[in-house]
């Protein structure tokens, strides 16, 4: 089956620091990849996708990046804010699956003024 | 204004009790989800139907029962609540394309005792 794991449960860091968060995947299928924010009280909501032909992705100055050979996938942020403290879930699609979503465990951001 | 409405927001039942969580979406979408979200699992995906009087099994069904009356309409039911059913659940719907984002509710958290 599909599985994605995130090893960082939590990510403590001050504001304008460097944020990076890895995920990697397993999947026999031909992959997609999302990644989910969810913001305290809210349901999570898309904040990026990679497809394997771009390799990468950005969006609100975050920016993914997938390899295939390591079947991993980033998610980084040059100088976080406050107001990104969040959940960020790593999400894989299988192609011909794309409405089965699987989730990460998920990484708490935390970011100190 | 809210796409994604779950009905109740929050619910304590008892062990054994029957209790139906409720979803409204206006989105026009074709899918609709049950989610599950549990510390250190993540969402896993419960039952979700891409039209209206049918529905599918997801990856961890055990337990629960779904009913889609209508496009705009999805219910997650438990006929006989557990201790082990205490977690937050999310409704979501989707179009029916290959995009993987999924529009999603605020939650319902069940505390079963």
């Known amino acids: 089956g599909n599985s994605v794991t995130q090893m960082q449960g939590q990510v403590t860091l001050s504001e304008e620091e460097f944020l990076f968060i890895n995920c990697t995947y397993s999947t026999t299928g031909y992959p997609t990849l999302f990644w989910y924010v969810q913001y305290p009280g809210e349901g999570p909501q898309l904040l990026l996708k990679?497809?394997?032909?771009?390799n990468k992705g950005s969006s609100r100055g975050f920016e993914a990046t997938y390899d295939k050979g390591t079947t991993s996938f980033h998610l980084q942020k040059a100088s976080v804010q406050e107001s990104d403290s969040a959940v960020y879930y790593c999400?894989?699609?299988?192609?011909?699956?794309?409405?089965?979503?699987?989730f990460g465990a998920g990484t708490r951001l935390a970011v100190c003024p | 204004e809210a796409a994604v409405t779950q009905s109740p927001r929050s619910k304590v039942a008892v062990t054994g009790g029957k209790v139906t969580l409720s979803c409204h979406q206006t989105?026009?979408?074709?899918?609709m989800y049950w989610y599950r979200q549990d510390t250190g699992h993540g969402l896993r995906l419960i039952h979700y139907?891409?039209?209206?009087?049918?529905?599918e099994k997801g990856d961890i069904p055990d337990g629960y029962k779904a009913s889609r009356p209508s496009q705009e309409n999805f219910s997650l039911i438990l006929e006989l609540a557990s201790l082990s059913q205490t977690a937050v659940y999310f409704c979501?719907?989707?179009?029916?394309?290959?995009?993987?984002?999924?529009?999603f509710g605020e939650g319902s958290k069940l505390t079963v005792l």
């Open positions: 139907s891409y039209v209206a009087d049918s529905t």
């Open positions: 990679v497809t394997t032909a771009n």
């Open positions: 989105n026009n979408h074709d899918y």
């Open positions: 979501a719907s989707s179009t029916r394309g290959t995009t993987g984002q999924l529009y």
């Open positions: 999400v894989l699609a299988v192609s011909g699956s794309f409405n089965k979503l699987t």
